[in-house]
T-cell receptor, first 113, second 113 residues
Framework: GDSVTQMEGPVTLSEEAFLTINCTYTATGYPSLFWYVQYPGEGLQLLLKATKADDKGSNKGFEATYRKETTSFHLEKGSVQVSDSAVYFCALAELSGNTPLVFGKGTRLSVIA | KAGVTQTPRYLIKTRGQQVTLSCSPISGHRSVSWYQQTPGQGLQFLFEYFSETQRNKGNFPGRFSGRQFSNSRSEMNVSTLELGDSALYLC????????????FGPGTRLLVL
């Protein structure tokens, strides 16, 4: 079945550091890819998405590019802030069959001043 | 536009009791999905409803059930609660089906004592 693998956390960075959170996927079809963020005590918020190969999703300084050849969707940000501290989830949804979102296990990011 | 709302936000129950959680989707969204989030298992899909019909179901015991009303509001029920049912229960809505962007509510945190 479909699956998403994220790098293990936690990740601790200093403010203004560069962030990369790796995400790779296995899918039978041609999925849409998502990054969701969960702040402490809250639900999930959509951060960005991409629906086809080479698409780049971006939002709030975060970017991720849909790489079909490497089945990856790595999240990057050039300069993190303390307010970016949260848990980040990579997820996929197949285009057909009304299958549910498949999530990675999440990566906790802590940014220190 | 109002987001996904879930009630109650927090709940404490004892083993053997049952519980009903409620979810109101974004206006115009017809698909509602439920997820269980625990530290050990991460985010696991429970079920999805569309037009009052369960369209997809995850790998949970029959104690977990749900329904959707004609106004797209959804409820999930857990009977004969077990300690392991303690979790954050998240509801997500999308316009038609799961490959579209799903928007999450803040969740209901259930503690079973």
């Amino acid at each position: 079945g479909d699956s998403v693998t994220q790098m293990e956390g936690p990740v601790t960075l200093s403010e203004e550091a560069f962030l990369t959170i790796n995400c790779t996927y296995t899918a039978t079809g041609y999925p849409s890819l998502f990054w969701y963020v969960q702040y402490p005590g809250e639900g999930l918020q959509l951060l960005l998405k991409a629906t086809k190969a080479d698409d780049k999703g971006s939002n709030k300084g975060f970017e991720a590019t849909y790489r079909k050849e490497t089945t990856s969707f790595h999240l990057e940000k050039g300069s993190v802030q303390v307010s970016d501290s949260a848990v980040y989830f990579c997820a996929l949804a197949e285009l057909s069959g009304n299958t549910p979102l498949v999530f990675g296990k999440g990566t906790r990011l802590s940014v220190i001043a | 536009k109002a987001g996904v709302t879930q009630t109650p936000r927090y709940l404490i129950k004892t083993r053997g009791q049952q519980v009903t959680l409620s979810c109101s989707p974004i206006s115009g969204h017809r698909s509602v999905s439920w997820y269980q989030q625990t530290p050990g298992q991460g985010l696991q899909f429970l079920f999805e409803y569309f037009s009052e019909t369960q369209r997809n179901k995850g790998n949970f015991p029959g104690r977990f059930s749900g329904r959707q009303f004609s106004n797209s509001r959804s409820e999930m029920n857990v009977s004969t609660l077990e300690l392991g049912d303690s979790a954050l229960y998240l509801c997500a809505s999308s316009k038609v089906d799961s490959q579209e962007t799903q928007y999450f509510g803040p969740g209901t945190r259930l503690l079973v004592l």
